[in-house]
């Protein structure tokens, strides 16, 4: 059974930082996708940054040039690196696997059949 599992959220002020961890078990196949999405109340989810199972990596335009995703294949651990925060990035951060490979729409919810619990992020100004 696949489980993922979100740590590494937390309260900052603007202009911090957090790196959020997705630890994923349960799977076998080693090509595979993953994203982190996050959903603020009264929001819809929102795709942050995704990565293909070649490694390619699309991010959502709010957080281009501030977030870093990257994976520990070894580790099966996925993470985000969220600099410079913005008030606006206060949200629920989820971490999402599809157990295969997918090549395009990365960034949106309807790709994934796996999704974690979610790590709150809360950023002050």
């Known amino acids: 059974q696949v489980q993922l599992v979100e740590s590494g959220g937390g309260s900052v002020q603007a202009g911090g930082s957090l790196r959020l961890s997705c630890a994923a078990s349960g799977y076998t196949n080693s090509r595979h996708s993953m994203g982190w999405f996050r959903q603020a109340p009264g929001k819809e989810r929102e795709g942050v940054a995704a990565?293909?199972?070649?490694?390619?990596?699309n991010y959502g335009d709010a957080v281009k040039g501030r977030f870093t995703i990257s994976q520990d294949n070894a580790e099966n651990i996925l993470y985000l690196q969220m600099n410079s925060l913005k008030p606006e990035d206060t949200a629920m951060y989820y971490c999402?696997?599809?157990?295969?490979?997918?090549?395009?729409?990365?960034?949106?919810?309807?790709?994934?059949?796996?999704w974690g619990q979610g790590t709150q992020v809360t950023v002050s100004s």
């Open positions: 999402a696997l599809y157990p295969r490979c997918r090549w395009s729409g990365l960034l949106a919810p309807s790709a994934y059949t796996y």
């Open positions: 990565m293909d199972c070649d490694g390619l990596i």
